[in-house]
Structure formats: structure tokens, C-alpha cells
């Protein structure tokens, strides 16, 4: 690996946590490097490129949920950017809206 790939290893294993709305609900979130998705809606902003936390994405439109895949007895939530389109599954946390993942259970997630 090469210093700047260990640099951006690095720099995405150190959480940076810092309150956000959610532009989708308008719920105040608390946010870092690893849980950027809004636990009311799910819904989240589309920052990331290339790695989870690199925070190097130009689109910034909504993630909203489309499906849930369950894995290991955890949820892991399906996301669609309601702008560019491109696709990201997450995993769910303990303070996730439990509905919101049950009504999402219900959607045939398509691959």
C-alpha cells in the first residue's frame, strides 16, 4: 500500500462525530465517520465516493432506503441517490427506527 492509500486508511478509521439535520426529515443527528444515515427515515446524503468515510463525493444528493438484506441476523439497509443513482448498503444501528426497517422488508430488493 502506498502513503497515500495508508493515509486515507487511516484517516477513515478515526471517527469525526458532529450534530447534522437530516434534510429529509428534519431530525437533528448526531453523525460521524461510520453513521452518516439519519435513524428516524434512514435516509442519508450521498458524501462518500470511492471508500465508507472518505467524504470526497461532489454529488450530495439523498440516499433514501429502497431495501433491507438481512446478514447474520443484523439488517443491513439498501440506499438509492435520488440524484445520481448510485447505490449503497450500510449496516443498520441499535437506534434505527425498527418500522422504517420492517416497512422496508416488505420491497423484493433488486440487484
Known amino acids: 500500500m502506498n502513503r497515500s492509500n495508508d493515509f486515507e486508511r487511516k484517516n ?3 471517527p469525526e462525530r458532529e450534530p447534522y439535520n437530516c434534510e429529509n426529515c428534519g431530525q ?3 453523525g460521524g465517520r461510520y453513521n452518516n444515515h439519519c435513524p ?3 435516509y442519508s446524503k450521498h458524501v462518500d465516493d470511492k471508500i465508507p468515510g472518505d467524504r470526497a463525493s461532489n454529488c450530495k444528493g439523498l440516499m433514501k432506503p429502497v431495501g433491507v438484506i438481512q446478514k447474520n ?17 450500510f449496516d443498520s444501528t441499535p437506534g434505527d427506527n425498527t418500522d ?5 422488508s416488505s420491497i423484493p430488493v433488486r440487484k
Open 40 to 42: 428516524n427515515c434512514l
Open 100 to 104: 422504517v426497517i420492517i416497512q422496508l
Open 73 to 89: 441476523s443484523n439488517w443491513r439497509i439498501k440506499q438509492e441517490c435520488t440524484k445520481c443513482h448510485k447505490v449503497g448498503i
Open 28 to 30: 437533528q443527528v448526531m
Open 12 to 14: 477513515f478509521l478515526v
